[in-house]
């Protein structure tokens, strides 16, 4: 067929085959679009030899994971990566807990588990033992089934479906989030289609919590506007509110009728209790109020490549609980369409009690993997806090100029050190000592060899810019 005739096709086969035909004819570069317009081909650069990314610009690393990157590239014995958010064993190594290989064990040996998709929602034994952990076994919210749970990709999954359900379905879309944050927080809800301001909430001065400005900030909110909580162990100031201060936020906040988001990565990685470290949480749940939780069970179970958390809404009823889910399945299906099994499964392994399957044969077992886990999680918790002893009493020792007692008083993953970015900087060049530029370091990734080592750097950092 002549390039003339298959452009008198009519039909739309007939219009692609006279399109294919032009763009195939030697020395033509342009293409007709379905409404008769010139498109320029140029840009298809494959046919000319470069490539057709050619035009895209190199993007910058993550600033937290670029800190990684940076320290993989020094060939120094002597570094330290106290950049990155992971538990480290004394020993520097990575740590799977026990309780979890006793659990991939238990699923291994199962001749009944198949690789089928999950649900939309994930796990359902999964979702339930999750708000069961983090708002209490108790919980009347629960007992009330006003709690819609689905399992996510992690804490940052969780957040992201959380945020893309508020913008479409929520009122008001400014969200408030501490000052500063975990890096992620601000693109995440920006990306989900809300619009991110901040409050006050970190002090340098004290190197604790601005708590008279937060509460000047949440209190000057729109009625309405979601507000993102650090359930615990905020990351990165190790600052949190005391019992008192949370119950005069939440009082606040209610009182404004501002959506309490919680973000909960640490749970038991605080103060090595699950249940202390949810009482913040728990307090709003109490009042009968409404808010959003994402879990994380990076920190907690170590499951962090494993991508295991969960998203729960505490709705008013158990009607509008179910219509909530529904929407949740909408926002999930487009989005990676169901979770992955095996991170889900072994938390419910090791939540499971009795409650959930009484005929389960492995009950005593399973209740006993649930002990253990929380020996294992004392345990991590408990090592650094001893890492913050230890690097305070190192200062102490060496007499480094300052007031370090924050090292002490902080809890979780991170010191926010009051380093700034020069003596950061100076750490890293003189000493390999890896951080992000904000002065954050990860307590879990420092042991009794290496403390006397950074005790030196930030010694000599503070003196030199004295
Ligand atoms: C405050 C906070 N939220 C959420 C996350 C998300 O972690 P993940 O997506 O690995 O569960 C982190 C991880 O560092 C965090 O620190």
């Not at 032009?22 to 650069?45: K, M, Y």
């Amino acid at each position: 067929m002549g390039i003339e005739n298959a452009r008198d096709q009519s039909s739309s086969p007939g219009r692609r085959l006279a399109t294919l035909a032009r763009h195939l004819s030697v020395g033509d570069t342009s293409l007709i679009s379905s409404r008769g317009e010139a498109i320029d081909t140029a840009p298809t650069a494959g046919f000319h030899g470069g490539s057709v990314f050619a035009n895209v610009a190199q993007a910058p690393e993550d600033p937290i994971l670029g800190v990684t990157v940076a320290y993989n590239k020094d060939p120094s014995p002597m570094k330290v990566n106290l950049g990155v958010g992971a538990y480290r064993t004394e020993e520097g190594k990575p740590l799977v807990l026990n309780v979890v290989k006793k659990a991939e064990k238990m699923l291994l040996n199962n001749p009944s588990r198949v690789k089928e998709y999950l649900p939309i929602t994930g796990l359902a034994d999964f979702n339930k033992l999750s708000a069961k952990l983090i708002f209490g076994a108790d919980s009347r919210a629960i007992q009330e089934n006003r709690v819609a749970t689905v399992q996510c990709l992690s804490g940052t999954g969780s957040l992201r479906v959380g945020a893309e359900f508020l913008a479409r379905h929520y009122n008001e879309r400014a969200i408030f989030i501490p000052q500063p944050t975990w890096g992620n927080h601000p693109k995440v809800f920006t990306l989900a289609g809300l619009s991110v301001k901040t409050y006050r909430y970190y002090d340098p001065k004290t190197r604790g919590l601005n708590f008279q400005g937060l509460l000047e900030d949440l209190n000057m909110a729109p009625s309405g506007a979601i507000v993102l909580l650090h359930a615990c162990a905020h990351n990165p100031t190790g600052v949190d509110p005391t019992l008192d201060q949370w119950e005069q936020i939440r009082r606040l906040m209610r009182s404004k009728s501002l959506l309490p988001f919680f973000d909960s990565a640490y749970q038991g990685f605080a103060s090595g209790n699950l249940d202390a470290d949810a009482q913040s949480v728990r307090m709003f749940v109490a009042d009968g109020g409404e808010c959003l939780m994402a879990q994380s069970y990076a920190k907690n179970m170590g499951l962090y490549g494993e991508r295991v958390g969960a998203l729960s809404i505490v709705c008013e009823s158990a009607d509008v609980a179910v219509k909530v889910e529904s929407q949740l399945k909408l926002v999930i299906r487009p989005m990676y369409s169901n979770p992955p099994i095996h991170g889900a499964s072994i938390v419910a392994t090791i939540l499971k009690d009795s409650s959930v399957d009484k005929a389960y044969v492995f009950l005593c077992f399973l209740r006993e993997m649930y002990h253990e886990w929380t020996i294992e999680l004392k345990a991590m918790a408990n090592r650094i806090i001893s890492m913050r002893q230890q690097l305070f009493n190192a200062l102490s020792a060496r007499g480094t100029p300052g007031d370090w007692s924050h090292i002490i008083k902080q809890i979780g993953m991170f010191t926010f050190t009051g380093l700034n970015k020069e003596q950061v900087s100076f750490m890293t060049r003189e000493y390999h000592i890896y951080m992000t530029s904000d002065g954050r370091i990860s307590m879990a990734g420092l042991n009794t060899k290496t403390i006397p080592h950074l005790a030196d750097a930030i010694h000599a950092a503070v003196n030199r810019t004295k």
